[in-house]
């Protein structure tokens, strides 16, 4: 007989929660409370990703994993306690990543209920869309202006820092993990599991080797991007490009190279941003053009860019899931397990997405990264100077890579915290660009017969309205006020 609380979803059945993790938890969670608005983030990133996950308090059956547990002590700052400032979830306003981002996992939860229909099956989405709308609405409250992108970037260099020579110690003791000694859900199993080949693939706080590399493998084009946009903070640039390369190697898995490489590459097209949209059909041209030479599907392609032995099953994956479209296209399935050896590990985030939301959870996703691009874009070619442009150009890369990186993994611990951080930074310096983009190429003969003439600034307020606007909004002010 199955214990009820793992009936769905699977999970521990009891608390697992050190008491040094505890008191460390409860201090975090005090300093997002107290902290100026603008500082609470730091205490937070360094809480959700520098401590396992496998950290879990159970109260009568329910599973609060630290990240949640943190998440809940941030909605008490910005719902309760609040302090100075303004407070809104959405700064810049509400725009179509954002309301992707909530209606995939809206629509991710309902196609779970619906699949297994079952109280565990609520009681565990529920949890999942306080984990996933939590921590983005967090982050995108906390992070609202130049200086808090830079903040979090820098915050985020200190913790790979730490994680890389972690991960690197790891390696070079054969496996020996310093987490381990507060006995987490997993402590016994790093060991075991963590060796490919006789080679051992450190994982540090993560779950999977594979989840640790990736985070810092991405943050790669991250940490260019503010070298060139931040002379004073070149330092820690270095730091963190030297920690994430060390997460990198040290989780020996051929996901987060790729990821890594995507991101470079991105950063290396810059000579050529203005024929991006050649590039992206030329694209689109190519693997149409292989599909109809090749014997094989054309996403066998994935299977020659392999390190560790794992890219077949990344392959397998993405035939089964192409093949079995009618099984999960409207809510999704739960019987991809029988569709092959090892089909249960749903290691794409794309497959992972179709299974668990169905082709409409596909879209939306789709839908997150189709506009992180489109806003990065229109900013660019309204940025201030060169260096703020070139900022933006990194941010695309660092999608880019995650965009790679998703054929090789789909994100389900604190990891995700790092996926919904720079969307939440691609909002904050992306959308006022949009404003600006849409003031400079208004037509000046509309101020004159409008009711009502929003004042639209440059990116945080910098720029000064054109002149040209500036004369007709003032003509139209006085038209009204004869």
């Not at 937070?44 to 990240?67: C, E, K, Y």
Request: charged share 15%.
């Amino acid at each position: 007989m199955v214990p009820e609380n793992l009936r769905y979803g699977g999970g521990v059945a009891g608390t697992v929660f050190n008491p040094v993790v505890a008191v460390v938890v409860v201090l975090i969670g005090i300093l997002m409370c107290c902290l100026p608005r603008n500082k609470a983030i730091v205490p937070f990133l360094l809480g959700s990703i520098l401590i396992p996950s496998d950290q879990i308090l159970v109260v009568a059956g329910l599973h609060f994993p630290l990240l949640r547990i943190l998440v809940a002590f941030g909605m008490i700052r910005i719902f309760i306690i609040r302090g100075r400032g303004k407070w809104r979830l959405f700064s810049g306003g509400m725009n179509g990543l954002d309301k992707s981002l909530v209606l995939l996992s809206i629509v991710s939860a309902v196609a779970g209920v619906l699949l297994f229909r079952t109280g565990q099956a609520v009681t565990f989405e529920l949890g999942e869309l306080w984990t996933a709308l939590g921590t983005y609405f967090l982050v995108r409250c906390l992070i609202r202006d130049d200086e808090d992108v830079v903040r979090v970037i820098r915050t985020l260099a200190f913790i790979v820092v730490v994680m890389g020579a972690l991960m690197l110690s790891e390696r070079l003791t054969r496996g020996w993990n310093p987490y381990t000694l507060l006995g987490g859900a997993r402590a016994q199993s790093y060991a075991a599991d963590m060796m490919r080949g006789g080679v051992v693939r450190a994982v540090g706080s993560f779950a999977q080797p594979i989840l640790a590399g990736t985070f810092g493998a991405v943050a790669v084009s991250l940490f260019i991007g503010l070298w060139l946009w931040k002379k004073e903070h070149r330092i820690s640039a270095i730091f963190g490009i030297a920690g994430a390369t060390a997460m990198m190697v040290a989780s020996n898995s051929s996901t987060p190279l790729m990821g890594c490489l995507a991101g470079l590459v991105g950063l290396c097209l810059w000579p050529i941003r203005s024929a991006m949209r050649l590039v992206r059909w030329g694209i689109v041209a190519t693997l149409i053009v292989l599909q109809l030479v090749m014997k094989s599907p054309v996403w066998h392609i994935i299977t020659h860019f392999d390190v560790s032995g794992s890219s077949y099953h990344r392959y397998e994956l993405i035939d089964q899931c192409i093949r079995h479209f009618w099984d999960w296209w409207l809510i999704g399935t739960n019987v991809n397990a029988s569709w092959g050896w090892d089909m249960w590990d749903t290691a794409n985030q794309y497959v992972s997405n179709a299974y668990h939301g169905g082709l409409l959870g596909l879209v939306f996703f789709i839908a997150i990264i189709a506009y992180g691009f489109k806003y990065l874009g229109r900013a660019r070619k309204t940025a201030s100077d060169k260096k703020e442009a070139l900022f933006l150009w990194a941010l695309g890369a660092t999608l880019l890579a995650y965009v790679v990186s998703f054929i090789g993994i789909s994100l389900w611990d604190q990891s995700i915290v790092g996926w919904y951080l720079l969307l939440a930074v691609i909002c904050v310096v992306a959308m006022p660009q949009k404003a600006k983009a849409a003031a400079a190429f208004e037509p000046i003969w509309t101020a004159r017969f409008a009711t009502k003439v929003d004042v639209p600034v440059g990116l945080h307020g910098r720029e000064p309205l054109p002149a040209a606007q500036k004369q007709a909004h003032a003509s139209w002010r006085r038209g009204n006020e004869r």
